[in-house]
């Protein structure tokens, strides 16, 4: 078990690029969230998968934001076009679905940085 | 819409100080979880409290679930400074294994 990781780690552009991050789960967990924290909030959900399947955006996710998890391993969060108001720190967590209850494990989180 | 909500947001603790720190939430859930986040960093798991009544300790921690009043309690014993970070409260936005929703966090400053 080498827990979620993220990549990359910090990332800074100018507003109106592109950009595109990427979250490594655990291996055995078959749902992934994304989350974005600004300075001094909480996460706030953004997006989860199950396996591949994309259960749920959050109203907070614009249309320049997508997120895929294409063989239901690793998943990729883009932001188009980026605005100021998108640097924030994004995390990833896993968890195992179904029957067990247990916590989400977070990654070490990408930070985002738009000029 | 489900709120969770922490208070105190801000915590200055003396070394060796008991303190508790609340977390209120507006759903039925019967689930709540506990982490810790230090500057700069991810979120670390502290706790998960599966039901009315669950009591979790790990060293000076402790936590505790009350889901009629939907009341959580994270008390703190003997303050140490490594102790130091922000805690945050969270809970399913729906039953089962679903993103969750965070209190704002409380940061906590222990000092000498």
């Known amino acids: 078990d080498t827990g979620v990781s993220q990549d990359p780690r910090h990332k800074i552009t100018k507003r109106g690029q592109n950009v595109t991050f990427r979250c490594d789960p655990i291996?055995?967990?078959?749902?992934l969230y994304w989350y974005r924290q600004t300075l001094g909030q909480g996460p706030e959900f953004l997006t989860y998968f199950q396996n591949e399947a994309q259960l749920e955006k959050s109203r907070l996710l614009s249309d320049r934001f997508s997120a895929e998890r294409p063989k239901g391993s690793f998943s990729t969060l883009e932001i188009q076009r980026t605005e100021q108001g998108d640097s924030a720190m994004y995390l990833c967590?896993?968890?195992?679905?179904?029957?067990?209850?247990?916590?989400?494990?977070f990654g070490p989180g990408t930070r985002l940085l738009v000029l | 819409e489900l709120k969770v909500e922490q208070n105190p947001l801000f915590l200055s603790m003396q070394e060796g100080k008991n303190y508790t720190i609340y977390c209120n939430y507006s759903?039925?859930?019967?689930?709540l979880y506990w982490y810790r986040q230090d500057p700069g960093k991810s979120l670390e798991s502290l706790f998960v409290?599966?039901?009315?009544?669950a009591v979790k300790q790990e060293g000076r921690l402790m936590a505790s679930l009350d889901t009629k009043a939907r009341l959580s309690t994270l008390h703190i014993t003997a303050a140490v400074h490594d102790l130091s970070a922000t805690y945050f409260c969270?809970?399913?936005?729906?039953?089962?294994?679903?993103?969750?929703?965070f209190g704002k966090g409380t940061r906590l400053s222990v000092i000498a």
């Open positions: 967590a896993s968890r195992r679905g179904g029957r067990f209850v247990e916590t989400q494990y």
């Open positions: 759903t039925t859930s019967d689930r």
């Open positions: 291996s055995e967990h078959n749902r």
């Open positions: 969270a809970v399913d936005i729906y039953s089962g294994n679903t993103p969750l929703v």
């Open positions: 409290l599966l039901s009315n009544g």
